[in-house]
């Protein structure tokens, strides 16, 4: 992991309001240490959603490549025609 601001926990516990307005303003994670390794990021909460959210769509894309390799899709004039019959039934 490269993290440009890498901070004591020391550092966290005397200075906190001042850790998370740095990440608020920045947008820039700070990784916290204990013993001199990196135990953990403090990060703004619209990053972290960020991240979460990309995540989220590189396991949906992850599944959809696993779904075609495995053969399970369905032409696309098949579900135009799916779509059509259902909306005969309404």
């Known amino acids: ?3 440009l601001n890498i901070q004591p926990i020391s550092y966290l516990k ?3 309001s001042d850790v998370v307005k740095q990440v ?5 994670p700070v990784a916290i ?5 990196v135990q953990a990021v403090v990060q ?3 990053s ?3 991240t979460q959210d990309q995540l989220a769509m590189l396991r949906i ?7 075609i390799e495995e053969g399970k899709v369905i032409d696309h004039d098949d579900v135009v025609a799916l779509l059509e019959a259902e909306d005969d039934e309404n």
């Open 1 to 3: 992991m490269n993290f």
């Open 14 to 16: 005397t200075n906190t």
């Open 24 to 28: 608020l303003e920045t947008h820039d």
């Open 33 to 37: 240490t204990v013993n001199g390794r």
């Open 44 to 46: 703004d909460a619209v």
């Open 48 to 50: 972290y959603q960020k």
């Open 61 to 67: 894309l992850a599944l959809g490549r696993k779904q």
